[in-house]
């Protein structure tokens, strides 16, 4: 008998329909043999839908008022699906982030989990009761709802899974598991049965998006083991955990992330500080820079880039305005049509070379490399993004990440993807 | 200065926009020198989809789970509300039921307040704050959410005021008051400045929908004067306290409602104790009989008739299959197109005659009287559906009621108002 917290997102819930989906998925797991706790996010597009009607009455709402709102959204979510398990003949009862004992520090919008107190929710297993959960949420010192951010729930959940000493912390949506790369780019992909936690920490910062980072950060810190599993099919997914028993393959997967922007200020005068002057003011103002270029200087007069999230760009270009005469630097140029393209495994540490295959590979397919960087277990490069597919296949096949069966469904290339994404958000 | 409580329900909140306006309202009592509380109803009809929703995944969802879905309306409306208050430049901050210490019994989907802790209200007034609170929630012993029936906004805005000791209670609707009778029906109707809780009472369970029963019995328990004012106009509305400075007419009001229907078993044997077989097997069948007519028998043989609320007739027309063989009566037929017809007034008790007046106008008027049940204070007729307008009419006028202007609005006849309500059940 295992002890399962099983998450499931918005898409899952999304309709009475999917949650009776749910509802039988969660008995089944009891029929086996096991315990098991639910945790659940918010009807489909509900949370968007709470913020639209904030947006309505206050350009910019009171944080506890608006945590306090988009509670809701799970609050109906988790009486709905104790309802459907209930109507299959099983006991079930709902539990605010409050009543399942997950209190924060007072961040509202993005509060930090700072205790777990599963009393309740274990007293409600002993007797029987299958418990549902809100994710999402929690209660600060003062008694007040805060809200984790988006895609707080997974975070919920592991942190659940680890006060309620769970075997599993079963993370349901409707992809399958970790892949080796976005088998809509690649159809080649492969489905990985394990993988550690750093390799899913850099994948996830590098721009695949199966999981939530913070609730694999937790979830490495406190020792849980995550199973990201699709709620459409009973196969096994992806294990995340410390140790694999996997052979170590040197590259365990590629992100790519078509989010990014790229500011490059031309004409800089070389002087000691300058660098320091740009990247502080961007600092101040909140721009999250991820890399940075800069040239090798031409009689005293060099270019500096770098790439932020596509979301910071109007605070990037309020900077670069303020700073370009302070630096006396000639200009400034936006190019958003790149993509980051990056090489994540722990084996990479004991096996040199990977770098130069990989700029070969891709100079063999005639695609430029914008800018590169790299970490003890990433490498990372910015290419057109335009070429995106491109980069991501042969870096797939020359690494050595092929399946040998094709992903079946249809077809998008990263640039279709990325324009689904960026009107979605 | 005066402290207020003011209740806005889901009409007044259903969108952003009337929001808004709620929020300018609330701003404009604090600028003319009050301080004020809100009380919100769910938006628009919120309510009746949190039901569908729980209807599509249970026929009989548990009512732990079905309060905690339904409280989620209020949660909602207060936050933005809130929102729109500070938008605005005023300090506001949400509460619910159980942040503003409205405790109750545990009895799930309708319970009765049992306890009224304003100590966060008070708190946050003196801090010079806005609140606004869920209307129609509270908590129960264990920490559960309960809820206190439909209209049970009105009954929190009540409970506050006595809590907070208010000046008065302002219940903001899309009525501009309490009129001696439906103007839409009759109008000549005339809105009362004031009308006592026990007029009040009367005329609600009569079928006047201003306001509900239970925030008007707990308003004369506890003495808090009401206000029913419109949400879209600042002409006074009708106050309802325990004494009025008014000289006391002889009838307050008309209600008529036409919900009821009427039953009538033919061919009862005229036998000791058939009519308390019939009627006990009703209560047991949970329906709520209303009057009762026996004719004078002849040849030991009877007809007996009972009205009931039409949601009543399913379990009605069950009973009656069922008792019929048992008390060897011959059939039974139900006249769903029956209205009843209500004069109100205290001050009836110390003026004989309203009856025999009563009779004698709707004879004059050729309105055919199917039953009578009388209170102290109240005498109601059973009319022909179509007959109800003109009845409320004549009475009406016969009464001295008429008002010497005539309301504007659209005239319904008071069977298209009840075909309208119907519709919307």
Redesign the interface.
């Known amino acids: 008998m295992s002890l399962i917290v099983a998450k499931f997102g918005g898409t899952s819930v999304a309709s ?1 329909e999917r ?2 989906n749910v509802a039988k998925r969660l008995v089944r797991i009891r029929q086996n043999g096991n315990q098991v706790v639910a945790v659940v996010s918010a009807m489909g597009k509900t949370t968007d839908e ?1 913020v639209g ?2 947006a ?4 910019n ?2 944080s ?3 945590d ?2 988009l ?2 959204g799970e ?2 979510s ?3 699906l ?3 398990i ?2 299959l003949g099983y006991k ?3 539990f ?1 982030g409050r ?1 399942a004992g997950i209190m924060t520090d007072g961040t509202h919008n993005k509060a930090r989990i700072t205790k777990v107190d599963n009393e309740r929710i274990e007293a409600a297993l002993a007797a029987g009761v299958i418990p549902v959960i809100a994710g999402f949420q929690g209660i600060d010192a003062n ?1 007040d709802i805060t809200t984790l951010g988006r895609g707080g729930s997974d975070t919920t959940a592991v942190a659940v899974a680890w006060g309620i000493n769970a075997d599993v912390c079963e993370i349901y949506s409707d992809v399958d598991g970790v892949y080796t790369t976005d088998p809509r780019v690649a159809p080649r992909a492969r489905k990985l049965d394990e993988i550690s936690y750093d390799d899913m920490l850099e994948l996830a910062s590098a721009g695949s998006g199966v999981l939530q980072s913070r609730a694999v950060e937790f979830a490495r810190k406190w020792n849980v083991v995550i199973h990201s599993r699709s709620a459409f099919s009973e196969a096994e997914g992806t294990y995340i955990k410390e140790e694999t028993d996997m052979e170590e393959a040197v590259i365990t997967g590629i992100a790519h992330d078509t989010s990014e922007v790229k500011v490059t200020i031309r004409g800089v005068p070389d002087n000691t500080g300058v660098a320091a002057k740009v990247f502080s003011a961007l600092a101040t103002n909140a721009v999250s820079v991820d890399m940075i270029i800069q040239n090798i200087s031409e009689d005293g007069i060099t270019d500096i880039s770098f790439t932020c999230p596509g979301a910071d760009l109007p605070r990037a270009t309020d900077t670069m305005e303020r700073i370009l005469p302070e630096i006396d630097a000639r200009e400034f140029v936006v190019d958003e049509d790149i993509a980051k393209v990056s090489l994540v495994g722990t084996g990479m540490k004991s096996s040199p070379g990977v770098a130069a295959r990989a700029f070969q590979t891709l100079g063999e397919n005639q695609i430029n490399i914008l800018a590169i960087s790299t970490s003890p277990i990433r490498l990372s490069v910015v290419v057109d993004a335009a070429q995106t597919t491109q980069a991501v296949r042969c870096l797939h096949t020359a690494f050595g990440l092929d399946s040998d069966s094709v992903f079946e469904e249809t077809q998008l290339s990263a640039e279709e993807i990325a324009a689904k994404m960026k009107k979605g958000r």
């Open positions: 009475p949650i009776k709470l009607l904030a309505a009455l206050n350009d709402p009171p506890r008022e608006m306090r709102l509670s809701t609050q109906v988790m009486t709905l104790a309802m459907a209930e109507a079930s009862m709902s605010t009543q008694g």
